[in-house]
């Protein structure tokens, strides 16, 4: 039998890259940053979030909220990559 002396993080992170899985992954831990990091006033009026080909789509319900995303959009693309550790999300589609 063969030994693998690597930790189960690497292996799984090696398995998921290139996988289907990987953007529903990084969906489901951008939706949960999301809602953590800007919380009450932006969580509240976001329909949905899309995720795909390094590409962040967020449907909001209020213009006004979306515009000021729209201003800040450097910051939360920032703030998101950071809290996902890497940098995965390339843009960020407001809509």
Do not use: C
């Not at 009450?40 to 449907?59: S, V």
């Amino acid at each position: 039998m063969k030994r693998n002396d690597s930790p189960l993080k690497d292996v799984l992170n090696q398995w998921m890259k290139g996988d289907k899985y990987r953007d529903r992954l990084l969906k489901i831990r951008i939706e949960k940053i999301w809602h953590e990091s800007w919380g009450h006033a932006f969580g509240r009026h976001t329909r949905d979030i899309h995720y795909g080909r390094g590409i962040l789509y967020i449907h909001m319900d209020s213009a006004v909220l979306r515009h000021e995303l729209n201003l800040q959009r450097e910051l939360l693309l920032e703030r998101l990559n950071d809290a996902l550790g890497e940098e995965v999300i390339k843009e960020v589609k407001l809509r």
